[in-house]
């Protein structure tokens, strides 16, 4: 399975965040994998949410007003979408897969990852 992250590396906070998750080697459309953002900062890493392969969704509770987080089976692709970004949402920005069993909020449950894409957010 390979993921590739992509979007635009500056932001303003006035705009909307979006990124695009690029899988390969696996499909969204099956049952092995649960798909999730996850981001590193310089206060660590955290996960932001999560599609499960059931269809539904798990957003971190800080986000769920601003976080929007979708996928394009007929693309095999994963979106993330934070509205008003703030200076602090500037972090490198993972997508990661993990079999549908295992936690949603620990990184060792993830056996997929992406490089990582730096996002900026300006004002």
């Known amino acids: 399975v390979q993921l590739r992250e992509s979007g635009p590396g500056l932001v303003e906070s006035s705009q909307t965040l979006s990124l695009t998750c690029t899988v390969s080697?696996?499909?969204?459309?099956?049952?092995?994998?649960?798909w999730s953002w996850i981001r590193q900062s310089g206060k660590g890493q955290k996960w932001l949410g999560t599609i499960l392969h059931s269809g539904g969704y798990r957003i971190d509770t800080p986000f769920q007003r601003r976080l929007t987080i979708s996928k394009d089976t007929s693309k095999n692709m994963v979106y993330l979408q934070l509205e008003s970004p703030k200076l602090e949402d500037t972090a490198v920005y993972y997508c990661a897969a993990k079999a549908n069993a295992l936690p949603v909020r620990s990184a060792s449950s993830y056996d997929y990852w992406g490089q990582g894409t730096q996002v900026t957010v300006s004002s």
């Open positions: 080697g696996a499909s969204l459309s099956g049952s092995d994998y649960d």
